[in-house]
């Protein structure tokens, strides 16, 4: 099972958002993050960059 982490970019910095994602929902700018347990996230903002080999997804929120 393939499980990502998603983080926060904020200039240089990332802040961890969620763990153990499993799905990832785009809809406009409001991103919904579904970990494992089925527990959901959402964040407003752009998708920055997904990695699938690192298991790392990026996420620039709006202000």
Request: proline share 0%; glycine share 8%; with cysteine.
């Amino acid at each position: 099972m393939c499980l990502s982490t998603v983080y926060k970019a904020d200039g240089s910095e990332r802040t961890k958002l969620a763990e153990y994602v499993s799905g990832v929902r785009a809809e406009g700018e409001k991103i919904t993050l579904t970990d494992i347990m089925g527990l959901e996230t959402v964040v407003f903002g752009t998708l920055k960059s997904v990695d699938l080999v690192q298991n790392q997804i990026v996420i620039e929120e709006n202000k």
